[in-house]
């Protein structure tokens, strides 16, 4: 593994980092603070929320389309990398490219629903954390969401979850020490 692969994994998966946070901004938007639908409808299985309250469709849709409109500022911003710019170009994309930026921001919400839901079942509740499961479920989600679209070496996902996950903790630790965050993890 070069350092040229871990800038690799930290360039690849910006627009889903980006989407992950995106439901926390847009829910205070007062535009869109009135569209706060639940992803279930405020339905129950075996008893529990499947969700809950905290996982909308405004999330999810703003968070798709950030990882589209971040993906597309990459492909335009990749041209002006020097070097760095060739090696951006081995990912293997079987299908239109701007559509695995749509794919990153839908799969981070993805992943973080599911774990919402194995959480509403364990009787975690809402905001506590669950580790390592908080941390890795938009990772895991968006890269299982790409695997369709783009193809790349498996060395490439195991740093996009090692560095993520890296990221992940350390801004909580930023956010928890500059009162942005309740917990530190």
Not at 55 to 81: D, P, Y
Not at 95 to 106: D, I, R, V
Not at 118 to 134: L, T
Request: glycine share 8%.
């Amino acid at each position: 593994m070069s350092f040229n692969d871990i800038l690799y994994a930290l360039w690849f998966f910006v627009p889903a980092g980006f989407a992950n946070a995106t439901p926390i901004i847009v829910a205070k938007w007062p535009l869109l603070r009135a569209w706060q639908t639940p992803l279930d409808f405020g339905y129950s299985y075996r008893g529990k929320r499947i969700f809950g309250d905290s996982k909308t469709w405004r999330g999810l849709i703003c968070a798709a389309i950030i990882g589209l409109v971040m993906f597309a500022l990459q492909q335009k911003l990749a041209t002006h990398l020097g070097g760095f710019s060739a090696y951006l170009q081995t990912a293997k994309y079987t299908s239109l490219p701007l559509l695995t930026g749509l794919l990153l921001g839908a799969g981070a919400l993805v992943g973080d629903a599911t774990e919402s839901f194995f959480k509403r079942q364990r009787n975690i509740a809402p905001g506590h954390s669950w580790f390592p499961f908080d941390q890795l479920d938009y990772i895991i989600g968006a890269c299982l969401l790409i695997v369709p679209v783009v193809v790349l070496p498996f060395k490439i996902y195991l740093l996009i979850v090692l560095s993520w996950l890296f990221l992940h903790l350390f801004f909580t630790q930023v956010g928890y020490l500059l009162h942005l965050r309740e917990r530190a993890v």
